[in-house]
């Protein structure tokens, strides 16, 4: 069974680069069945998809987020993950890393990982 | 931008049936997907492609499309199913991702 487990500092400061990485066990990253995700929940609101990567290293994301963010992945580690710079407040959220499953829904989501901008 | 909109809140008594929609702003519109999160949880799966339950996932939960709207329906309520529910989809070129804002369900 795939479980997804994010990783990084849950602090950062503003203007900074924040920094996640996400971790694939029990199955294949570099499967074309699958692309894979980021996606944050600002506290007390709801789900913003940030972008996803695919099989291929192609990647796409919101267009409200500008060029600040950076997907990348890490086949030989089983690892994906997310740049976001020159970050404010704004950005403090719970960050979830998902898979993008070839029916097109986020089947399988990490458990979500804090992350507060403060200086 | 492509947005999709749901009520804020809705609210059902246990054994009842609640029906929580998903306004898409344009067409054509593509495959929706509902997700169930409960406080402190990541979103689950309840519903793809308009109408396809996941496996594991109670047959209660049930979704239907018409025209530029989704709806998710949960037949015989139980405490349980009290959760924020989600829809979610794709802009017109399947590239872009979207969440509606998200919808509070009550169980009274």
């Known amino acids: 069974q795939v479980q997804l487990q994010e990783s990084g500092p849950g602090l950062v400061k503003p203007s900074q680069t924040l920094s996640l990485t996400c971790t694939v066990s029990g199955g294949s990253i570099n499967s074309g069945d699958y692309n894979w995700s980021w996606i944050r929940q600002h506290p007390g609101k709801g789900l913003e998809w940030i972008g996803y990567i695919y099989y291929s290293g192609s990647t796409h994301h919101n267009p409200s987020l500008k060029s600040r963010v950076t997907i990348s992945e890490d086949t030989s580690k089983k690892q994906f993950s997310l740049k976001v710079s020159s970050v404010t407040a704004a950005d403090t959220a719970v960050y979830y890393c998902?898979?993008?499953?070839?029916?097109?829904?986020?089947?399988?989501w990490g458990q979500g990982t804090m992350v507060t901008v403060s200086s | 931008s492509y947005e999709l909109t749901q009520p804020p809140s809705v609210s059902v008594s246990p054994g009842q049936t609640a029906r929580i929609t998903c306004s898409a702003d344009?067409?054509?519109?593509?495959?929706a997907y509902w997700y169930q999160q409960k406080p402190g949880q990541a979103p689950v799966l309840v519903i793809y492609?308009?109408?396809e339950r996941p496996s594991g996932i109670p047959e209660r939960f049930s979704g239907s499309s018409s025209g530029t709207t989704v709806t998710l329906t949960i037949s015989g309520v139980q405490a349980e199913d009290e959760a924020d529910y989600y829809c979610?989809?794709?802009?017109?070129?399947?590239?872009?991702?979207?969440f509606g804002g998200g919808t509070k369900l009550t169980v009274l």
């Open positions: 344009a067409l054509p519109k593509r495959f």
């Open positions: 492609k308009d109408s």
């Open positions: 998902a898979r993008v499953s070839a029916l097109g829904a986020f089947d399988v």
């Open positions: 979610q989809s794709a802009d017109s070129s399947g590239t872009y991702l979207v």
